[in-house]
């Protein structure tokens, strides 16, 4: 059998995302036959001992991919584990056949639409930068927002040295101490909508994921779970194909409600 890339092999067999394997490789966690593994090395899945902290993964083998959309509640981290004992969102979906892991990330504090699976191409398409899917927040702020600030953060902000992407921006509601927007973005950089906010001067009070391309959270309660349809995750599929115009230019939506 010719041999193949570690992160295909460990992202094949169900375990993690092939950028999360990628992670796993670097931080020294993945050894083959007992030795630590490097970014680049092949092995044979059918020969080989490969393990990630000290879990075998297996060759692998003929099985059911799936794809199931949960509502993270606040208060959970986006993992499997945890060595400090915090909730994660592994345990919500612990009741399932077959191993699934997240796609992509909601940070601790945040809630919504969390995409899970054991298909490494689909968590891949749903994830690299390069396939821009966009993804819809519903963010209450404590204060009022201006059109200045609608329109910096429709523009970009700088974060890390990098300006974001453009965006869309909509302001949803408005009342005495709290604006609710409509934001979709195209990147997934840490904690990435609480920083822009940060950055124009606001304060983020909730955080809710609502959509993902043409997916939508729906009537989904915090904690609970379903599969998704063949249509929907072909749809999800043709999305990530789709390349955003390089000339695009970020969605204002000044309207007031």
């Known amino acids: 059998m010719e041999k193949i890339r570690l992160q ?3 992202a094949d067999s169900g375990f993690c995302s092939r950028r999360q394997a990628e992670s796993y490789i670097e931080s020294g966690v993945v050894k083959v036959n007992g030795r ?16 990630v902290n000290g879990e075998r993964i297996a060759a692998p083998k003929a099985r059911q991919n799936l794809y199931l959309m949960l509502y993270k509640p606040r208060g959970y981290l986006t993992a499997m584990a945890d060595d400090r004992g915090r909730k994660c969102v592994s345990q919500l979906v612990a009741d399932l ?12 504090n ?3 639409l969390l995409l899970f699976t054991n298909d490494g191409e689909f968590a891949n398409a749903m994830t690299h930068p390069a396939r ?3 993804k819809t927040y519903r963010v ?11 329109t910096r953060l429709a523009m970009g902000v700088e974060l890390d040295g990098r300006m974001t992407a453009p965006a869309e921006v909509r302001v949803a509601a408005e009342e005495e101490g709290r604006t609710v927007m ?8 840490n904690r990435q909508i609480r920083r822009m906010c940060e950055a124009v001067g606001l304060t983020v009070a909730r955080l809710k994921r609502i959509s993902i391309g043409s997916l939508r959270l729906g009537m989904l309660r915090p904690g609970e779970y379903r599969m998704l349809t063949k249509d929907e995750v072909d749809n999800l599929k043709q999305i990530s194909l789709k390349q955003t115009a390089p000339n695009q230019r970020p969605a204002v939506k000044k309207g007031r409600p």
């Not at 593994?37 to 020969?47: R, Y």
């Not at 056949?97 to 601790?108: E, F, K």
């Open 36 to 51: 630590p593994a490097a970014i680049g090395q092949k092995a044979d899945p059918a020969k080989d001992l490969i393990t």
């Open 182 to 189: 409509l934001m979709t973005i195209t990147e997934g950089r």
């Open 140 to 150: 209450t702020v404590h204060d009022h927002v201006t059109e200045g600030q609608q």
């Open 110 to 112: 945040s809630e919504g």
């Open 132 to 134: 821009q899917v966009p």
């Open 97 to 108: 056949p077959q191993r699934v892991y997240p796609v992509g990330r909601l940070d601790l």
């Open 8 to 10: 295909k092999i460990i």
